[in-house]
């Protein structure tokens, strides 16, 4: 409850819609685009083992089709997986 309190906009792991899935990890969002080409990450998340369990969850291997991660501002935790 806290977490929705001063985190409204955080979407649960799962499908956002057609080609587009949503990480939770902790206070932050990691987002999928699937494409034809392979997979695109905007932000790499917050904690790695959280990230890898959910591309687990949504059935996506870490590294097998990832074309690219892009970072959309700078924190010491975001770093690629």
């Not at 990691?30 to 949504?58: H, K, M, P, W």
């Amino acid at each position: 409850m806290i977490r929705r309190m001063f985190f409204p906009g955080l979407l649960e792991t799962g499908p956002v819609c057609d080609g587009l899935l949503a990480i939770r990890d902790g206070i932050v969002n990691t987002y999928i685009v699937q494409s034809l080409e392979g997979l695109v990450c905007f932000d790499a998340g917050f904690r790695r083992a959280c990230v890898a369990q959910a591309f687990t969850t949504l059935g996506l291997a870490p590294r097998d089709g990832r074309r690219s991660v892009s970072n959309a501002h700078e924190r010491f935790e975001a770093v690629p997986y």
